[in-house]
């Protein structure tokens, strides 16, 4: 059974940083892309940011290129988002995700990209 666990959460000011884990078991982790999504209240879940199964390729929304950065640790199964410079309106539940066995270079930015989803871990940006 594909489980993603994601913690890390939580408040903080605007300004600050925060960084959230996504442990992974089930899947062929070392051979998965990974995703990081969010999805604020009264919007849709949209895409923050993704990484290859080798951690060679990455790439970004918008919205967070310069204060984000993804990673991932495949001796233990887990992807990271360092959240930097966070704004209010980074505030919303962020939920991990990740491939079936893809060993490729295409670039996921599409939730029917991804087969697992965790549960999500609440982000909260005050001003």
């Known amino acids: 059974q594909v489980q993603l666990v994601e913690s890390g959460g939580g408040l903080v000011q605007a300004g600050g940083s925060l960084r959230v884990s996504c442990a992974a078991s089930g899947l062929p982790f070392s051979s998965s892309a990974m995703g990081w999504f969010r999805q604020a209240p009264g919007k849709e879940r949209e895409f923050v940011a993704t990484?290859?199964?080798?951690?060679?390729?990455?790439y970004y929304a918008d919205f967070v290129k310069g204060r984000f950065t993804i990673s991932r640790d495949n001796a233990k199964n887990t992807v990271y988002l360092q959240m930097n410079s966070l704004k209010p309106e980074d505030t919303a539940v962020y939920y991990c995700?990740?491939?079936?066995?893809?060993?490729?270079?295409?670039?996921?930015?599409?939730?029917?990209?991804?087969?697992?989803w965790g549960q999500g871990t609440q982000v909260t940006v005050s001003s």
């Open positions: 990484i290859n199964w080798s951690g060679d390729i990455t």
């Open positions: 995700a990740g491939s079936k066995l893809d060993r490729g270079f295409t670039i996921r930015m599409k939730t029917y990209e991804y087969a697992y």
